[in-house]
């Protein structure tokens, strides 16, 4: 049997260090770059400051898997909200005739708490509808025309 990848095995790790020589931020990959600092400067010392950049720019660099969005953009993708909020089709096992899903208890109290908040907002714009409706102001055009 198979397990899931772990970031300790070996298979992992040389795919990152492969990734990361591959890597390159203005023509130059992580190794090339630290070789250029050290010879501005012998005494360079800021390596995780070097690795931290190509590590930032790989999470904004799009990849096989994520084609058109990098990383980054997939954390903050609203995809996975956007589907929650549209009702499932639901299967014969779980159609709302034969059954329940717990899955969907979240949901369903997330929708509730929402009706509760648009019948609230309906009940305070239909008292200031009211409020408004009896204005002394909403006569005068009858009394002037009178007059």
């Known amino acids: 049997m198979s ?8 298979a992992v790790v ?5 990734t990361l020589k591959e890597q390159k931020i203005n023509n130059r990959t992580l190794q090339e770059e630290l070789f250029h600092q050290i010879e501005i400067n012998s005494k360079f010392k800021a390596y995780r400051k070097v690795f931290n950049l190509y590590l930032r720019s790989l999470n904004f660099k799009p990849n096989k898997k994520s084609f058109p969005k990098s990383p980054e953009q997939d954390d903050l ?3 996975m909200a956007s589907m929650l909020m549209i009702d499932p089709i639901y299967s014969k096992a779980f159609s709302e005739q034969f059954g329940s899903d717990f899955r969907r208890d979240h949901i369903d ?6 009706k509760a908040v648009v019948s ?10 009211k409020i408004v409706d ?4 909403d006569t005068y055009d009858d009394n002037l025309a009178l007059g």
């Open 109 to 114: 109290h997330f929708k509730n708490e929402s």
């Open 14 to 18: 040389e795919g990152l260090i492969r």
């Open 77 to 79: 993708d609203t995809s």
């Open 3 to 10: 397990r899931a990848n772990k970031t300790k095995d070996n």
């Open 134 to 137: 009896k204005t002394p102001f």
């Open 120 to 129: 609230i907002l309906d009940e305070i714009a239909a008292k200031r509808s």
